[in-house]
Nanobody
Framework: QVQLVESGGGSVQAGGSMRVSCAAS????????MAWFRQAPGKEREFVAA????????YYADSVKGRFTISRDNAENTVYLQMNSLKSEDTAVYYC???????????????????WGQGTQVTVSS
């Protein structure tokens, strides 16, 4: 497993942008698929975006497609989520997750991931 620490959350007005980061420990970060999930108050945790170990494949929830971009820097052991055109409904705690890359992977399923960060709050005011 890897240890994950998110940062970069905060408050922003609707229509604005924010980038959250997730720093991973360990020397095998490049062998992990990474994802972002979020959980709003009173709601279940939901998938936001995922990226393969090499960064060659990315996946997005329909609700964020075209507005959010996931990327990774394997040299820095960090995965990013760039969020543009933010909406009030994007308000949530954002969690970083990781799992060892394998041939079978369902990016949007939280049960696929065995390492999780503590989360970072993102608040979008209208």
């Amino acid at each position: 497993q890897v240890q994950l620490v998110e940062s970069g959350g905060g408050s922003v007005q609707a229509g604005g942008s924010m980038r959250v980061s997730c720093a991973a420990s360990g020397r095998t970060f490049s062998r992990y698929a990474m994802a972002w999930f979020r959980q709003a108050p009173g709601k279940e945790r939901e998938f936001v975006a995922a990226i393969s170990w090499s960064g060659g494949r990315t996946y997005y929830a329909d609700s964020v497609k075209g507005r959010f971009t996931i990327s990774r820097d394997n040299a820095e052991n960090t995965v990013y989520l760039q969020m543009n055109s933010l909406k009030s409904e994007d308000t949530a705690v954002y969690y970083c997750a990781a799992r060892p890359q394998s041939s079978t992977w369902y990016p949007g399923h939280s049960s696929e991931y065995n390492s999780w960060g503590q989360g970072t709050q993102v608040t979008v005011s209208s």
